[in-house]
Each structure stands twice: as structure tokens, then as C-alpha cells.
């Protein structure tokens, strides 16, 4: 009889028929000692919660997956409405059991039922598949997904009767005797014949410390009344590790992000140190793509192939093309990059900046809400305001477009080939025309020409001997 994952049954494609998932995640998480309910804490750059939804529809639909939440309800409500599936109120938090009695209705409809825990972030669509998979094959009326891992301190332990059959589960302070070198624990994710669960539900009792109902006594219920419970290991313990605390959010963050980084080097993606790299569970990067020490990539990132990312550089819900470099020290929010432009070192891309095909941003430069066209540059030092600037445009050093008035905002247009000299100031609205040139150090307050020269500086005075004379001056009054 299979004992794990490894000797299960193969998981097949495409959706389960007949399952809905329950997903418990109405507790408060006290040890965390948050405001923030449990389950929308991130690891990975996303809610706890996301992660086993997201697992959960790839084996069953949304429609069919049902968030049981009750503390701050509304919140976690909103914070994953878009993911499409069902909510279930649990109005008191009155233990696992009592979760259950609350969904029963939802339920009722399905011959079986998938429980995951909302807290169980790195738990995997084909592990979810596979309990299901055994509890069909099986025929039982509860199967538990367990595990081995290295410290099974707190864990409640599995006792097996005879293969993958489980005589009971015994909480941690009840083991006795030869229990206490049990190392199988109970998972808390299980499969259940829907008809045998709503069946015992209503003969749970909170006699117990928490004066809760525990959803791991239906499994001594359903043994009493000589129905079979099985037991199937998962094939990784960390699969199943949830949160109570934060050094255990903090170690799960780790290990989502390392099973993030084999991910994308499994794909083609170097990273030259992937241990030093913050890589959200939603970014993409392309095959060939280099990532060195130091990155942060985060949110809907999408990265092309053939690109550098430069250490320390930290880009957020931005679209980077291929054959882009970015060099040390660049932060990128909201932005679109094209093929093969030059950013950094120390580039600050702003929501709403577009860099076009083969365009320079360089040291220091600041651009928000900001076209560049293709092969325009601005190198050094510059801000670059709710701009429109066309293709082959030279932004000298220490430009700025002045795009705010006290009270709104206002656009800058530079057309293209057009050359704007270092330390000028374009007050906007103002457009500069194609081919124009902008002296240097002018404050542009007019629109410009194409092909004009627009100088908006004072005249140049110059004193001969001026500072000499103030020397001797002051030479005098000390002596």
C-alpha cells in the first residue's frame, strides 16, 4: 500500500470532478501579534492565503474553492476577491471544527471535500491532487496528508494500524510511551467523503482546554464507527509548514523565494548569487537573462531574456523588454522598458515612465509619468516630469521639467531630434519642436520652433578687475 507521494497514485490532468476545497483561514493569529488577520500576512510577496488558492485552482475551479474567514472577514474579503472564489463566514472563531459546520451547506452539494489550511503557503497543486487521488482510491471516508519533519515538536501524530490506515491522531501533550517517538505528524490538510464528514460534525464536542471544535476528532469518530482513515505522506515536509509566528513567516519567505530562484535558473536565468535576491512568486524572467547580487524584483515584474540586471537594483510591477541592461543600483515602479535601452547606474524610473528601443537613462536621473522615444538620452542628473519626448532627443545634464505649479500638473513635449542643453529649465506646458536646440543654462518659459535656437538666460556682464580690487579692499580694512 503506498505510504507517500512518491508511491501514490500519479496525479492526472486537468481538473477534479466531484471535490470542492475548503480553505480555513478565519483565524486571528495571536502570535504574531498583529492587528492584520493571519492569513494576509506575505511570504514570497503575496498573502499566505493567495498562495494556497492559487495552488487550490489548479486543481479545482474557483467556483468550487470556499475561503472560510472570520476574523477582520471583510478585509480578507477584499484582498482576494479577485481570485474568484466563495467566501464562508465563521462569525466566531470556534475552532477548526465549528469552520466546517459553517460551510456545511456550501458543501453539501459535492461527494468529496479538499481541507487546506490558509496559512500553508508553499503547499503545491500536485501534492493537493495526489490526497485527492489516494482518497478515491482508497474508497475511505477521511484521508490526512502527513509528513516527516526534522522537529515534530507541538504536531499532532499519526498511529497507523496497519499500511497506509491510521488508528488515531494524538495531540502532542496526550503521547505516551512509545507515541513520543512517533515522528509522522498530522498536517491539518485532508480529504474527506463529504456525506461521512457533515455526518460527524455534529457530534463534536469542545471538551477540551480551548473549549473548541477540533476537525482532527472526526478522524477518532469516524475509527470508532469502523470507517477507514488513511494516511499519505507528503514527499517534502516543508510543503506542509505553516505560520504561527514571525521567524516562521520569515523562514517560509526563505524558502519560497529559494524554490523561486531554482525555479528560474531551472529555466535558463543566471543568478550569480541567488541566496542575496528577493524574486516575488509572480515575476517572470526570461531564458539568459543575467540577475546579479543584491536584486529585488517584486510584484507583476516581467523581465525579457538577455538581460543584466545590475546589483541592488529593485524593480516593482514593471516590464522590462529583451536585451535591456540595467546597471547597479537602478529602482524601477509602474514602468515599461523596450528592447535594448541603457538604465542606470542609479536610475529612478517613477510609475508611468516608458523608456523607449535603445534609450540611455543614466546617473541620477529621475522620470515620472515619462515617455522616452527610441534612442533618446538624458545621462546625467536630470527630472523628467509628466514628459513626452520623442525619438533621438539629447537631454543635457541637470534638466529639469518644472511640471508642477503649486496647484496642478502640466505636460512637457520635446519633439523628436531635438537637443537640449545641460542645467535647463523648461517651465511647463511648453513644447519643444523637432530639431530645436535649447542653450544651456536657459529657463524655457514659451513654446520653441522646430529647428529654432531659444536662449532664455541674462546677458553676460563682465568687470574687468573686479576681484582684485575687492582683495585689496579687504586687505586694507585688516590692516
Request: contains cysteine; glycine residues 10%; positive net charge.
Amino acid at each position: 500500500m503506498p505510504r507517500n507521494l512518491k508511491q501514490a497514485v500519479l496525479p492526472t490532468a486537468g481538473k477534479l470532478e466531484g471535490f470542492a476545497i475548503a480553505i480555513l483561514a478565519a483565524g486571528k493569529g495571536t502570535r504574531l501579534k498583529s492587528k492584520h488577520p493571519k492569513v494576509l500576512h506575505a511570504v514570497g510577496g503575496k498573502p499566505l492565503l493567495l498562495h494556497v488558492i492559487e495552488a487550490a485552482r489548479q486543481v479545482v475551479p474557483a467556483d468550487r474553492i470556499f475561503a472560510i474567514i472570520g476574523h477582520e472577514a471583510e478585509g480578507v474579503r477584499q484582498a482576494v476577491a479577485h481570485s474568484g472564489v466563495n467566501f464562508v463566514l465563521q462569525p466566531e472563531q470556534r475552532g477548526t471544527g465549528h469552520a466546517l459546520v459553517c460551510a456545511a451547506q456550501a458543501l453539501a452539494p459535492y461527494a468529496n471535500v479538499l481541507v487546506l489550511s490558509g496559512d500553508v503557503p508553499l503547499i503545491r497543486p500536485q501534492t493537493i491532487r495526489a490526497l485527492a487521488e489516494f482518497h478515491l482510491q482508497h474508497r475511505g471516508a477521511m484521508a490526512v496528508l502527513t509528513a516527516r519533519p526534522p522537529d515534530a515538536s507541538g504536531y499532532g501524530r499519526i498511529v497507523r494500524r496497519r499500511g497506509a490506515e491510521i488508528a488515531a491522531i494524538v495531540e502532542q501533550k496526550a503521547l505516551r510511551g512509545k507515541q513520543e517517538r512517533i515522528a509522522e505528524i498530522n498536517s491539518g490538510i485532508y480529504a474527506f467523503r463529504v456525506k461521512d464528514l457533515l455526518a460527524r460534525l455534529t457530534d463534536l464536542t469542545n471538551d477540551n482546554f480551548h473549549h473548541e471544535y477540533y476537525l482532527t476528532d472526526i478522524a477518532a469518530l469516524l475509527v470508532r464507527a469502523r470507517q477507514k482513515v488513511m494516511a499519505l505522506e507528503a514527499e517534502n515536509a516543508h510543503e506542509v509548514l505553516g505560520v504561527n509566528t514571525r521567524a516562521e513567516l520569515a523562514q517560509l519567505d526563505v524558502l519560497l523565494r529559494r524554490r523561486k530562484a531554482e525555479e528560474l535558473m531551472s529555466a535558463g536565468v543566471t543568478l550569480l548569487r541567488p541566496e542575496t535576491c528577493l524574486i516575488d512568486d509572480q515575476v517572470q524572467v526570461g531564458a539568459d537573462t543575467v540577475i546579479e547580487p543584491f536584486v529585488h524584483l517584486s510584484g507583476k515584474t516581467i523581465i525579457g531574456s538577455d538581460c543584466r540586471i545590475g546589483s541592488f537594483s529593485v524593480i516593482r510591477d514593471s516590464e522590462i523588454a529583451n536585451g535591456v541592461e540595467i546597471r547597479p543600483g537602478c529602482v524601477i515602479t509602474g514602468s515599461r522598458v523596450h528592447q535594448a535601452a541603457v538604465l542606470g547606474p542609479y536610475s529612478h524610473l517613477r510609475p508611468g515612465s516608458e523608456i523607449g528601443e535603445g534609450a540611455h537613462v543614466g546617473n541620477f536621473v529621475e522620470t515620472k509619468k515619462s515617455r522616452l522615444g527610441k534612442g533618446a538620452k538624458a545621462n546625467h542628473l536630470s527630472y523628467l516630469g509628466d514628459s513626452d519626448i520623442g525619438a533621438n532627443v539629447n537631454v543635457g545634464a541637470g534638466t529639469i521639467t518644472c511640471n508642477y505649479d503649486g496647484i496642478s500638473k502640466h505636460p512637457t513635449i520635446i519633439e523628436e531630434g531635438a537637443f537640449i542643453g545641460s542645467d535647463a529649465t523648461l517651465v511647463a506646458p511648453v513644447r519643444i519642436g523637432a530639431g530645436a536646440y535649447i542653450a544651456a543654462g536657459s529657463c524655457i518659459t514659451q513654446d520653441v520652433p522646430p529647428d529654432a535656437l531659444a536662449l532664455g538666460r541674462a546677458y553676460q556682464t563682465v568687470k574687468e578687475g573686479w576681484a582684485k580690487k575687492r582683495r585689496e579692499a579687504r586687505a586694507a580694512k585688516k590692516s
